[in-house]
């Protein structure tokens, strides 16, 4: 009976180990994900800058044409 109660108590030790590990593993894949959504927020951020950037430069253009038109 001993032996029943030992092998159980391992048993159950095993399965909180697992299960521990199994969270472990969610936490670091989580950060990944988080770190991934950070670089993709970064990235659209970059994306507007330029594409702002980018207006702005054909604007005085446009406007440095108007002004040899007059």
Not at 19 to 38: M, R
Not at 39 to 45: N, Q, V
């Amino acid at each position: 009976m001993r032996n029943q109660e030992k092998d159980q108590f391992e048993q159950e030790e095993t399965q909180l180990a697992t299960s521990l590990k199994l969270y472990l593993l969610s936490g670091v894949l989580g950060t990944v994900a988080d770190i991934i959504a950070t670089y993709a927020a970064k990235f659209a951020i970059d994306e507007v800058i330029e594409e702002q950037a980018s207006e702005q430069q054909e604007n005085v253009e446009q406007e440095i044409r108007l002004r040899e038109l007059e």
